[in-house]
């Protein structure tokens, strides 16, 4: 947050404001998070007043104001939305109306899921320690389709490399309220398999990770262990 930092320069210079006033800016939103404030973060006493009912709003409806957001920071650097995310909107050219707005929202908000969890894990699979950024998927542990409210939440994600992402999702590895690895019966059956050795044998009990500011939330946790993890 301090106005030497490159991403906030770059964002006064979009508004029109100095860096010093974005970065006061930023403590104060920083100062009605309850992680930040957990580390100290004060704020200016009149400043948090003016911003806590912004920040309200937001966590009640992050899916649809991050991508406004991200529509109003392409509009400041003269762009469209659907230039400054191409690489992730392939295929939906054709798509008109209602159903393509739905689908550029739903791809966006996807994308910075994945950034804000990758970068909440500092870059590194929760269980391999892998930090090739091309093999690193953002898990949700409540699924995209069960709790709209909690998609774009950072404490419903856990960054995975490919095969214990799949794994994941399809509850063949669970993670318990204590942040452990817990291998489900149906995986446990192929002991004898090599790649049940080499992947998965030593996974019980071990603990994953974890990321450097938002923990996995433990009701999200049991949530997957109880309707999602295959036992």
């Given at each position: 947050m301090h106005s030497r930092t490159p991403e906030i320069i770059h964002l006064a210079n979009l508004i029109g404001r100095t860096p010093d006033s974005v970065a006061i800016r930023l403590t104060n939103f920083a100062s009605v998070d309850?992680?930040?404030?957990?580390?100290?973060?004060?704020g200016m006493e009149g400043g948090k007043k003016q911003v806590q009912p912004i920040w309200d709003e937001f966590i009640n409806d992050r899916e649809e104001l991050l991508f406004?957001?991200?529509?109003?920071?392409?509009?400041?650097?003269?762009?469209?939305?659907?230039?400054?995310?191409?690489?992730?909107?392939e295929g939906i050219g054709d798509m008109k109306g209602e159903d393509k707005i739905r689908a550029v929202k739903t791809r966006v908000n996807q994308d910075l899921f994945r950034k804000i969890v990758i970068t909440n894990y500092g870059g590194q699979c929760a269980i391999t320690g892998i930090d090739i950024p091309d093999l690193l998927l953002?898990?949700?542990?409540?699924?995209?389709?069960?709790?709209?409210q909690q998609r774009l939440n950072p404490?419903?994600?856990?960054?995975f490399s490919p095969l214990y992402d799949r794994a994941y999702d399809k509850g063949y590895i669970?993670?318990?309220?204590?942040?452990?690895?817990?291998?489900?019966?149906s995986?446990?059956?192929?002991?004898?398999?090599?790649?049940?050795?080499?992947?998965?044998a030593s996974l019980t009990g071990s603990k994953i990770t974890l990321p450097q500011?938002?923990?996995?939330?433990?009701?999200?946790?049991?949530?997957?262990?109880?309707?999602i993890f295959r036992g």
């Open positions: 309850s992680f930040h404030q957990a580390r100290g973060v004060k406004e957001s991200e529509k109003i920071l392409a509009e400041k650097e003269h762009t469209k939305i659907e230039e400054r995310y191409a690489n992730i909107l953002a898990s949700h542990i409540i699924p995209w389709s069960k709790n709209e404490e419903n994600g856990i960054c669970g993670i318990n309220e204590n942040f452990e690895v817990i291998v489900s019966s995986i446990k059956e192929k002991h004898s398999l090599e790649y049940h050795a080499k992947h998965f500011k938002y923990y996995p939330k433990r009701e999200f946790l049991q949530f997957h262990m109880d309707t």
